[in-house]
């Protein structure tokens, strides 16, 4: 008899079963309720995300574009100074040019020194060549004060340009505010 009763399975009361779903039914329900709360926790940390990426990107274009703007101020100055060094170049080379007619001029006037049997005609020669000096001289202080304003208009562009490598640190430490302000609520290890 022992064997047939070990053969029979034990009979499990409906009230068990009711009980054994419902406690499945509470925990099934219970993990249902868990995975919602992840989920939206979840869609809550990628959108943050997703603006947080689109400040950081938005804050990257401005500032891209600032310094594309400033660069192409620095450029502007940059080749107004190019063209000051041309011309000054070009009156310096003058200026070479005058230096090199005065010095054979000179050197006319000590050979004039050994030549005392042609004076009258040398002496009419020395009054042209002093005239041709005089001109020279005067053409020479004509491009020193070319070259003068030319320096003047360099000194301009330079402090034009000082200004805006100052307006651009300004821009810069106006547009860093919005990357600290991230970097102290995300900051990076």
Do not use: C
């Amino acid at each position: 008899m022992t064997a047939k009763n070990k053969d029979k399975p034990e009979h499990i009361s409906d009230q068990q079963l009711l009980r054994a779903a419902r406690s499945f039914e509470a925990m099934m329900l219970s993990q249902i309720e868990i995975s919602a709360k992840l989920a939206d926790d979840l869609k809550h940390a990628i959108r943050i995300g997703m603006v947080v990426l689109a400040l950081i990107a938005i804050s990257i274009l401005v500032l891209l574009l600032t310094l594309s703007s400033q660069i192409n101020r620095i450029s502007d100055v940059v080749l107004d100074m190019n063209t000051n060094f041309s011309s000054i170049t070009v009156r310096m080379d003058q200026m070479s040019g005058y230096i090199d007619s005065m010095a054979k001029r000179v050197a006319l006037l000590q050979l004039m020194d050994d030549q005392t049997t042609t004076m009258k005609q040398e002496i009419s020669t020395i009054t042209s060549d002093m005239d041709r000096m005089r001109q020279t001289i005067s053409d020479m202080g004509k491009q020193v004060t070319n070259v003068r304003h030319s320096v003047d208009g360099m000194s301009v562009s330079i402090s034009r340009m000082d200004d805006q490598v100052q307006l651009m640190a300004s821009d810069m430490q106006h547009m860093a505010k919005p990357a600290r302000t991230i970097n102290k609520m995300f900051p990076l290890p």
